[in-house]
């Protein structure tokens, strides 16, 4: 850890003398807008007007030219964009039998090895449409084993007086049901949250997001029907744990997800809360496309409360961000997935519950932040079910399209500790340095 910060410091005192410069993703290049205009403090987070351009179906334009005709409008060049992490990770050893067991993560990421490489095209259809497109290699840390995997959803938001009302078709290999449409940054969706990587084993994003602690970032295809305007939203659809990597797609979508968020301006600040619900029952997959067990239903059931604000504090930009969720116990007939299983290996066999509470600090505008999360979770298992976690982390800005970040998560409670037979889980303390660049 003393290697990774030293390192970190030397990097940021170089980064001290970077030129500006802004970032130029597609929807950049659709908006002739910086980075900035659309996200809070950094990528990915979204603000008030990355709020109101997502809201729009990608559908608004800038300074780029438009083709356009009868029932025609579209951007006069197909509007591509690139993303790329470079890291380098490591976590806590356990133990099996006593015995010390090895860290099976690797160690270093570049982009398509360990690292991610995406390539996204899409924005504007016309004025009530738009598309989003992900082919990614690599990414999070894990191999890639299933080639080329990424996500796409077409939106159709009609206009209806001050809202937008439609559908969002959509399918992810691992973003889950809230990739369809989502606008607040507590890690409803896996896509929106403070750090750009999980963590070695997800420990970083499952400190900070009751959701996301919970693992509801599966694979996932769907059709959901949302309404939006200034006041929040509603989200609600149908989908199956199927991405692009399975065979044969999703012949049924046999499960449920709704979603409900308010957004008002609270004394000055952007504050926003909502709740999210998993339900339904399948008997096609589990949640990596394996398929279920005869005469079991997959029923990943879970129901999360979350709220965020986001404003000045004495001059410096600030977010709060808390989750609260539940995930019921499986049965003989029913797999609950979203039930964490224990750190020891031991089935969830009662429910499972996260409270999550995050904040970032703007320590410099625009440039560098401090964050800090707490979780403290039961994870289902009917002994030893204490799962608590402490996640810092600092960003740095070398460009609004280039990003620095070290985060450290530490987990604590009667999960982690040593059992009776000598057995100690894997990656009790996780640590990432992490370069992240759009283009």
């Known amino acids: 850890m003393k290697k990774i910060v030293l390192s970190l410091a030397g990097v940021l005192a170089a980064a001290a003398f970077a030129p500006e410069a802004s970032a130029v993703p597609a929807f950049a290049r659709q908006t002739g807008m910086a980075c900035s205009a659309c996200h809070y403090q950094h990528f990915p987070l979204l603000n008030g007007f990355g709020r109101s351009f997502k809201s729009a179906a990608y559908s608004m334009m800038g300074a780029q030219g438009k083709i356009e005709g009868e029932n025609l409008s579209i951007p006069d060049v197909v509007n591509f964009g690139g993303f790329t992490t470079t890291f380098v990770q490591s976590q806590s050893a356990g133990q099996t039998a006593g015995v010390g067991n090895a860290v099976a993560v ?5 982009p398509g090895t360990g690292g991610e490489l995406s390539l996204f095209l899409g924005g504007r259809i016309s004025d009530f449409a738009g598309f989003l497109g992900e082919a990614g290699l690599g990414g999070g840390g894990a191999a890639n084993t299933g080639g080329i995997v990424g996500a796409a ?8 007086g001050d809202a937008r009302v439609g559908t969002v078709i959509y399918s992810s290999n691992g973003q889950g049901a809230a990739y369809s449409f989502e606008l607040l940054n507590t890690g409803a969706a896996n896509t929106h949250k403070l750090m750009g990587n999980n963590g070695p084993s997800s420990q970083h994003v499952k400190a900070t997001s009751a959701s996301q602690y919970f693992g509801t970032n599966t694979a996932a295809t769907g059709v959901n029907v949302v309404a939006n305007s200034t006041m929040g939203f509603i989200n609600v659809g149908a989908y199956e744990m199927a991405g692009n990597s399975l065979v044969g797609g999703a012949n049924n979508l046999n499960l449920t997800y709704i979603r409900a968020a308010a957004t008002i301006d609270l004394a000055g600040w952007d504050a926003g809360f909502g709740i999210q619900n998993f339900g339904g029952k399948s008997y096609v997959t589990g949640g990596n496309n394996v398929a279920a067990v005869a005469g079991t239903a997959n029923a990943p059931k879970a129901t999360i409360i979350d709220a965020q604000m986001q404003g000045d504090l004495a001059e410096m930009p600030v977010g709060f961000y808390a989750s609260y969720g539940t995930a019921a116990a499986g049965t003989a007939t029913e797999t609950n997935i979203f039930n964490p299983m224990a750190p020891n290996g031991g089935a969830g066999t009662t429910a499972a519950t ?14 560098s932040t401090i964050q800090v999360a707490m979780r403290l979770a039961k994870n289902g298992a009917a002994v030893n079910n204490t799962d608590n976690a402490l996640m810092l982390g600092v960003t740095y800005e070398l460009a609004q399209n280039v990003a620095l970040s070290l985060t450290r998560t530490q987990q604590s409670g009667s999960a982690w500790n040593t059992d009776a037979a000598g057995n100690q889980a894997v990656g009790k303390t996780a640590n990432t340095l992490l370069l992240e660049a759009l283009f």
């Not at 077409?154 to 209806?160: D, H, I, K, Q, S």
Request: glycine content about 8%; aromatic content about 14%; proline content about 11%.
């Open 153 to 160: 959803k077409l939106a159709m938001l009609f206009p209806v």
């Open 106 to 110: 690797p160690k270093w990421g570049v």
């Open 354 to 367: 996260s409270f999550n509470v995050a904040a970032e600090f703007g320590i410099i505008p625009h440039v």
